[in-house]
């Protein structure tokens, strides 16, 4: 099912891996923003001490939820306390992420070690400059660089408990622009994040709202109609045996058995006006400040302009916002094979680079954000067009930020997509292990892709890893629930 499977974010995927450590108007339009709240208080709830700014948690059982891109908070469970009474501490682990023993308990540590309890994690910032989260059943919003928490007047905190979908209150793009949650009923709030102005409108039937990398533009999730007939109207809900979302410990595999409920239809936010687009299928993604439609016979458009006929059969590689650009091809005379065409405002392209036609084409659609997209061998430049051959291709890519991609061999390798740069790093290899922004670790070594340098080597197991290059180990695991504390360290050359 498409909505799930394709253009919804997903925790994991089936028989996942060992988790590594750390979506006519309707609804009309919408007053102006109001007047943004009051101001946010720097004063948290009284938080226990943490154990030091370098050691996060206690020796008891341990997991990471989550970690922001600059170490200022990350989010642990522990269980600290004999909560089944069975005269120790400890936690075990499942298969399917499931945990039995004594109760986790989710905290947020802050940079000065600080710890605050907290019911659940909602949604981050790609940098985690903002975080959303459920602390006593109330939607609270971290600004962690201006170190404060504000509880969001009104809003919604229910959870849908749907375990392969993120938190259900709210919805941040990667870009930490625009925030989008519930305030009962059938209202859905878009806050500006730089401002604090909010913007309300009205959707019946809302279930959820995922808001797009972009910002632009978030994707609501609506159910209206009884479609299972039962004679209600109910959410989605997924049969499965993977566990709660909340405090998981090591996935190795998980089955589902199809859905419950009345499935969702589509509809369209626009964030900057909050106009409502219900054209179902007919959208096909966001492009910048437009949406990509599809004819009633294939064909593409932007803007209110044609970018692919019906007669060119058009499939949709990967869209970009900045500048708006579409990758499609058209359908070949034979084969499964096409060339790829870079379309967008006063540009039609054809390109080198060739993509593989295939049916569910509108599941795996690439979202580019930088100046240049590759594919099959071949990169385009976005702006102007230009092809040029893959840098990369060949080689085993393990972890990439913008232009720049890690490469498996002998020596490793930074190597620039865009200008087709190299630089060696050294020896080494393995899998990636923790990334925040252009900072990688492989196999204990950490990486800098934009300064295209070796940091150097840690000790421990990692979970997690900042943009000044520490890294987060823990001393022992054993690939069950590890006991803390976990440490932050500085890599040695």
């Known amino acids: 099912m498409r909505w799930w499977t394709g253009a919804l974010p997903l925790v994991i995927a089936c028989a996942a891996s060992p988790r ?24 948290a709830p009284p938080p226990a001490a943490g154990v030091g700014v370098d ?36 936690v075990h682990a499942g298969h399917h992420g499931d945990t039995y023993g004594d109760r986790f308990a989710p905290f947020v540590v802050g940079r000065d070690g600080r710890e605050q309890a907290i ?26 660089a201006a170190g404060t928490w504000l509880e969001l007047p009104g809003a919604e905190a229910k959870d849908d408990g749907v375990p392969v979908l993120r938190h ?31 913007r309300e409108v009205t959707q019946p039937g809302i279930w959820r709202a995922e808001v797009d990398r972009d910002g632009r533009w978030a994707r609501l999730l609506v159910v209206r109609k009884d479609q299972d007939g039962d004679g209600k109207v109910t959410w989605p809900s997924l049969r499965t045996s993977l566990s709660d979302r909340d405090c998981r410990g090591p996935i190795m595999s ?46 593409l ?17 990967g869209v970009a916002a900045a500048p708006p650009r579409v990758l499609y091809t058209c359908r070949p005379s034979h084969g499964d094979e096409a060339a790829v065409t870079l379309a967008g405002p006063g540009l039609a392209r054809p390109t080198t680079m060739t993509a593989t036609r295939r049916a569910d084409w509108r599941d795996e659609l690439a979202r580019f954000r930088g100046p240049v997209a590759c594919n099959h061998g071949t990169c385009v430049d976005l702006d102007a067009g230009a092809a040029r051959p893959d840098p990369t291709s060949g080689h085993e890519v393990i972890a990439s930020h913008g232009t720049r991609r890690l490469i498996a061999g002998t020596p ?38 934009a300064a295209r340098a070796r940091l150097g080597a840690v000790r421990g197991a990692v979970q997690a890893v900042d943009r000044a290059g520490r890294a987060l180990v823990l001393d022992g695991d054993d690939g069950g629930i590890p006991r803390g504390p976990l440490r932050w360290v500085t890599p040695s050359p």
């Open 254 to 299: 998980y089955s589902t058995g199809g859905w419950s409920g009345d499935m969702p239809e589509f509809l369209w936010l626009d964030l900057a006006t909050g106009a409502i687009v219900d054209e179902g299928e007919a959208i096909v993604a966001p492009v910048g400040d437009d949406l990509l439609r599809a004819g009633p016979r294939g064909a």
């Open 168 to 198: 259900r209150a709210a919805s941040v793009d990667a870009d930490g622009t625009r925030l989008v949650y519930f305030r009962g009923g059938d209202r859905v709030v878009v806050r500006d994040l730089a401002t604090g102005a909010e």
């Open 412 to 449: 490793l390798a930074i190597v620039d997509v865009a200008d087709g740069s190299r630089v060696e790093v050294g020896a080494g290899g393995g899998e990636l292990q923790a990334a925040a922004g252009p900072v990688v670790v492989v196999a204990g070594v950490v990486y800098d892709l």
């Open 301 to 317: 458009s932007l803007a209110g302009r044609e970018l692919a006929s019906a007669a060119c059969d058009p499939q949709v590689v």
């Open 55 to 90: 050691t996060i948690g206690t020796a008891h059982p341990i997991v990471l939820e989550a970690t922001a891109d600059d170490g200022s908070w990350l989010v642990i469970c522990q269980a600290r306390a004999d909560t089944d009474g069975d005269g120790e501490i400890a």
């Open 119 to 144: 019911d659940a994690v909602v949604t981050r910032s790609d940098d985690g400059r903002w975080l959303a989260v459920v602390r006593g059943a109330k939607l609270v919003l971290h600004d962690a």
């Open 20 to 43: 590594p450590g750390p979506g006519a108007p309707a609804g009309g339009g919408s007053p102006p923003p109001s007047a943004p709240p009051p101001s946010a208080s720097s004063d």
